[in-house]
């Protein structure tokens, strides 16, 4: 995680929230599935610093009991969500030495095709679970809690090299990505580009990531799928895709934002034309202010209900997730935006209620 947490001291961003991004984010919240959810609590937006102490969190326990408590704790899912929840984890592990926590990186989709099994407390998730895989958690009377815990900026990549793409709008992208599409070389989407094909680097079909550029695409182009040829190479490790692009002249890709704040000298990140006619570039501003769009999204962690009630490492880790030495210590090091002023306390108030 070294790649991730940068230098010793944490600092919160002090970031004013837009209006409109909460109402936003509150909506999504509120829609993503039947289990429990959140809203973030509405309140002036004078900080991202988050405050936890409230009359309806669950008792705090003391650090030495912390240093005693022993157990497992089973995370999977989301590439775009692993650096959070792994830099969290190594956080806990400072006061809770004898929990071992580990993360796992099967993509948003193979997350959920474990943790609605049971195989797993906790699934890292970068949309929100879909309407089928909740289907099958309710056949495995799997119940659980939905916790928005961070914003991200889908980021699009090119090589350092690429010269010739300056900004790229929603259609662009359409053009590009989509199944049907008939692009190969760069001189196909700009007769000015090179005469080059063009290498994609995408991220497999158990990937968030890739759900919601397809979400994305589909609005423009009507492609229900992005494309699949001997010029696109899969993965859900983000690693994998950065490694593609970073040695490729010619290539084109897109993963979350903390893959390119880490990496800036080995990748490009293309500015997006938004709904204002405006390239902008992804930043902790432009992701909290909606101004980045369309490929702002909020990130989530899922919680087993059972997990919350029968293994007290579980109700701790994700009690310091949501804590001052969690999340919000960490989220500007590993390159994502907290969530609307209010949300982690509201999530401490879930899970307080979630326990009874």
Do not use: H
Request: hydrophobic fraction near 35%.
């Amino acid at each position: 995680m070294k790649n991730f947490i940068k230098g010793e001291k944490r600092m919160f961003r002090k970031k004013m929230v837009n209006i409109l991004m909460l109402l936003v984010i509150s909506s999504l919240a509120l829609s993503a599935c039947s289990g429990s959810s959140i809203t973030p609590a509405p309140s002036e937006p004078e900080s991202n610093q988050v405050e936890p102490t409230m009359a309806s969190e669950p008792e705090t326990v003391n650090s030495s009991e912390l240093s005693s408590l022993e157990g497992d704790v089973v995370a999977d899912g989301s590439s775009t969500v692993f650096p959070v929840t792994t830099a969290v984890a190594e956080e806990f592990a400072l006061v809770a030495p004898n929990v071992r926590v580990s993360v796992g990186l099967s993509g948003t989709g193979g997350g959920f095709k474990k943790f609605c099994i049971g195989e797993t407390d906790i699934s890292d998730a970068s949309r929100p679970i879909k309407d089928e895989e909740i289907e099958i958690c309710q056949s495995n009377n799997i119940e659980y809690v939905e916790f928005l815990v961070a914003l991200d900026g889908l980021t699009v990549m090119v090589n350092p090299e690429n010269d010739w793409l300056t900004e790229i709008s929603a259609e662009q992208l359409a053009a590009l990505l989509g199944a049907s599409s008939t692009i190969t070389k760069w001189s196909d989407l700009d007769p000015s580009f090179p005469e080059e094909d063009i290498l994609f680097f995408i991220p497999d079909p158990d990937s968030g990531t890739r759900d919601y550029m397809t979400e994305v695409v589909e609005e423009v182009s009507g492609d229900e799928d992005l494309r699949q040829d001997e010029n696109t190479t899969f993965s859900s490790d983000d690693n994998v895709l950065l490694d593609g692009i970073a040695n490729e002249k010619y290539a084109f890709g897109f993963f979350g934002f903390a893959y390119y704040i880490n990496n800036k000298d080995s990748v490009k990140a293309v500015p997006v034309v938004n709904s204002d006619g405006n390239a902008v570039l992804p930043s902790d501003e432009t992701v909290q202010n909606g101004t980045y769009n369309p490929l702002s999204r909020p990130l989530f962690i899922y919680l087993n209900q059972n997990s919350l009630t029968t293994k007290p490492q579980v109700v701790e880790f994700v009690r310091f997730f949501f804590g001052p030495d969690g999340g919000s210590a960490i989220m500007s090091d590993v390159g994502y935006s907290m969530p609307p002023t209010g949300t982690y306390e509201a999530n401490l108030e879930l899970l307080a209620n979630s326990l009874k």
